[in-house]
C-alpha cells in the first residue's frame, strides 16, 4: 500500500506545499503501489487503481478549528497531583487536512506552595518539549491563560498534549504526595489549528472519509441532496445512509440536512437519485444497477459528493445496503451486481448493547486489550462503555452480576491501597488490595485465611446496582496505591502495575424484558422502543402531508441519533403518509409535523397525553418530575414517577417544540412517538438539548415541552407496558403494587373456601344421619 512521506497520508492528493509551507523544505515524494483488486460484485470498468499521494492544487485559503477540551474526550477535571503528575490530551487530525499552524490556549492555576526555582509545568506534544510555564508565587492561586504555539512539523495523524507538573514545595526531604502539590487545568482550555484542506483522490475504499472521518472530534453535519419531492423509498434509502452515519459518529452526535434540487456552495455532501432525476450543477451518470460513486463537488474542488444512486427505488435501496453494510467497494465508481440482505435481526441484538443471552467479556468491551492495564500510584481510570437495554425487568434483583477478576502490585506491608468501582460518578464499592478477595460472611474470611495471599488473579463477584446505568454507562476502575513508608529523603519507591482481566464477564441472563410506557427517557437515551430490533424493522416515520425539507432533515437525524444508539443501520426503516398508518398498525411510529399539517394528531388527540383547548394545551404534569428524575433502569416496571397530578394549561409560542410519547390508538403495546412543531426548522434546538447529556437528563415522562432553551418535562395519566413476563412473575409484580386487588382476592378464595366448606360438612351431615336412620 502507498507509504507515507513526509507525514503526508496515502489516497490524498497534496498540493505544491513546499512553497506554501515554509517549513516544508523536502520535496515530497510519491511511492507508486499496485493497483488495487476490485470487488466482487462491482464495475470493474469504473474502477479506479489504488490511492495516491499525487501532487494537485489546493486552495491557498487558511481555514481555522478550535476544539475544546470536552470535544476532545475529556470530560472531567483535570488536576495534575505531586511532583510528576501528569495529563495527557490526545487529538488528530482530519484525513483531508494538513496543519500550518497550532497554538494551545491554556487556562491553568496552581498552589502557592510551590517552590519558583524548583517548579514548573511542562507542555510537550508527541514528547517533545514545546513550553515550560513558570511558576510565580505573584500568580499563585489565580487562573492564568498562556498561548503555547506549536510546530506544525510535529503534528501526525494521532498526537498526544501531556501536561507534567514538575513541584517541589521545600529544599528538604519532602512527601511526594504531599497535598500542597497541584495544580488545575481548566475546561476553558482549546486547542486550534490553522489547516490547508488537501484533495482526496475519489476512491470509494476510503469510505467513510471524507464524509465522515474517526479523527474528527466535532459533530458530524452533512447534508443530504435529493431532486424534487422525494418518494418513500428514496427517504428509505437515505435513512439508511443517515442512521450508518450516525452510527460511525457514535458519541459526537450528527445532523442531517436536507436539500432538494440544491448542492451546498461547499462541503461534503450525499446525493440520493433515480433515473431521470435531475439536480443543477451536477451530470448525474447513467446507472446500470445500483451504484455507489465518489465525485469532487463542482463548485467547491476540495470538497466531494457521495451519489448513492438506482435506477428505482428498489435499487437505490440495494445501493444504500450495500453501502451501510460495509460491502467491498473501490474506485471512483461501483455497481452492486449481486447483494445478499443482510440476517433478520432479533430482538435486543444490537451491537452497541450489552447482550442480555449470554455472560460478555470485558475484553469485547474494549478497542484495545491496553485499556485495561495501568500503572504507577496513582493511574488513570479504567473506563468501559456499558450500554443496556433500557427495559430490562430489575424488579427484586440485588443487582447486575459482574464477576470480576484483576491482578496487580501486591504492596508492601498492610495499607489502604484499594479498588474503588463506579458506574459513571456513582460509587459501588471498595475492594482492598490485599492479595486475597474481599470477604462478605464469617465463613469467607474464615476461607481467606488458609489461602495463600498474593496470588493472582483475585476473583470477586459484585453486583452492580442498576440506578446510576444510562444509555452511555461507564463502568470505572480505579486503582489506588498507597506509596509505602520510606526511609528519610527517599523518593523512589518500586513500580506498580494493575489490570482488569479481559475474562471478567458481565451476565444480563436471568432478566427479563418489561417496561412501563411512555418513557421519554428511554427513548432519549437508547431510542426506545424503536430500536428493539437494531434495524428498526418494526417502526416507520409518519411524515406529513405535503412535508418540507425541514421535515426531511429531522426525520433523518432521528434515524441518525437511532444508529447512535444501536451502531446499526436502519435497513427496515420505513416511511408513511397518515392515510397509510392503518394498514401497519403494528409498527411503533415517529411522527412528525404540526397540528396544521398533521392529521393524525388532530384524529389521535383524545390518545395523546394532552388536551386541547381553544388556544391551549392542557397537559398533566406531575409536580414530582421537576425535583426528582427517575433513573434510565427502573427498579420497578410498573411508573412511580405519578405521585402527584395536576392540570396545567400551556400557551405554547409558535417556536416552541414538544416531544411525545403514548400508546398507539391503532394497537395495544405499540408506541408512538410525536415530535411537534408548528416551525419544523425549530426542532434544531430539540436535537441540540438531545445531544448534550446535561439537558438529556430532563427528558422524562410523557412529554417534553421546549421552550426557547428550557427544557420541561411532564407526565401524563396513560400507563402501558411492553415486553412480557413469565406469569407467575407478573402476578407476583403486580400483586405487589396492588395490595387491596391482593386482599380483595384473598377474601374472595376465603369466601369460597367457607361455602365449600359449609356444603362439605352439610353434605357430611346428611350423610351420617342417613347412615344412623338405616
Known sequence: MTRRVLGLRPGVAVAAFALALPWMAVQAQDVPTAPAPVAPGTDAAMAGPAPVASLLPAP????????????????????????????????????????????????????????????????????????????????????????IDIDPRMIIDYNRINLQLIGHYTRECEDPDHSSLWANIDAGSYLQLGWLPLELNNDLSLLPVPFFDARDTRRLELPFVYAGQPSAGTL???????????????????????????????????????????????????????????????SDPGSKLLLVLGRDDAELRTAASALALGAPLSG?????????????????????????????????????????NVTGYHPDLIRIGLQLPPDLFVWQKQGIPLNLRYRYTLPEGADHSALNININDAFVTTLPLNGLPRAESTPGRLWNQLKTRGQMPIEQHVMLPTGPFSSTSQLRFHFSFDRPQAAECKSTFPDVAAAIDGDSTIDLRGFHHYMAMPNLAAFGNAGFPFTRMADLSESAVVLPDGFSADDVSNALTVLGRMGAATGYPALGNRFLRASEVAEHSDLDLLVLGSRNNQPLFGQWAQHMPIGEGAQQRTFALSDWLSRHLPSFLSPDARRT?????????????????????????????????????????????????????????????????????KVRSMAGNQTYYVGELPPLTWLRWYFSHNPLWLGLLVGVACLLLALLARVLLRWQARRRLAQGGG
Open 332 to 372: 471512483a465508481s461501483a455497481t452492486i451486481s449481486s447483494f445478499k440482505p443482510a440476517a433478520t435481526r432479533k430482538p435486543y441484538d444490537a451491537p452497541n448493547w450489552i447482550p442480555s443471552d449470554r455472560p460478555v467479556r470485558m475484553d469485547e468491551l474494549v478497542s484495545r486489550s491496553s485499556e485495561l
Open 60 to 147: 491557498a485559503s487558511l481555514r481555522q478549528s478550535r476544539s475544546t477540551l470536552k470535544q476532545l474526550g475529556i470530560d472531567y477535571e483535570v488536576t495534575l497531583r505531586g511532583v510528576q503528575g501528569t495529563a495527557g490530551i490526545p487529538f488528530s487530525v482530519r484525513n483531508d487536512q494538513v496543519v500550518d499552524r497550532a497554538s494551545l490556549h491554556l487556562k491553568y492555576s496552581y498552589s502557592p506552595a510551590l517552590l519558583p526555582d524548583l517548579s514548573h509545568l511542562r507542555v510537550t506534544v508527541n514528547d517533545v518539549t514545546v513550553a515550560t510555564l513558570p511558576v510565580d508565587t505573584a500568580q499563585a492561586g489565580r487562573l492564568i491563560e498562556r498561548d
Open 236 to 298: 428509505q434509502a437515505a435513512g439508511i445512509v443517515s442512521s450508518w452515519f450516525g452510527a460511525l459518529a457514535g458519541y459526537r452526535g450528527a445532523r442531517f440536512s436536507a436539500s432538494p434540487d440544491t448542492l451546498p456552495l461547499q462541503g461534503n455532501a450525499v446525493v440520493m437519485a433515480t433515473r431521470g432525476a435531475s439536480i443543477p450543477g451536477l451530470n448525474l451518470p447513467d446507472v446500470a444497477g445500483p451504484t455507489v460513486a465518489v465525485v469532487n463537488h463542482p
Open 641 to 709: 414517577d405519578l405521585p402527584s397530578v395536576a392540570d396545567v394549561g400551556l400557551r405554547p409560542d409558535p417556536d416552541d417544540v414538544v416531544l411525545l410519547g403514548f400508546q398507539s390508538p391503532l394497537q395495544a403495546g405499540r408506541s408512538v412517538v410525536a415530535i411537534v412543531a408548528d416551525n419544523p426548522s425549530r426542532v434544531g434546538r430539540l436535537f441540540d438539548a438531545w445531544f448534550e447529556p446535561d439537558t438529556l437528563r430532563s427528558f422524562q415522562g410523557s412529554a417534553v415541552l421546549l421552550h426557547g432553551t
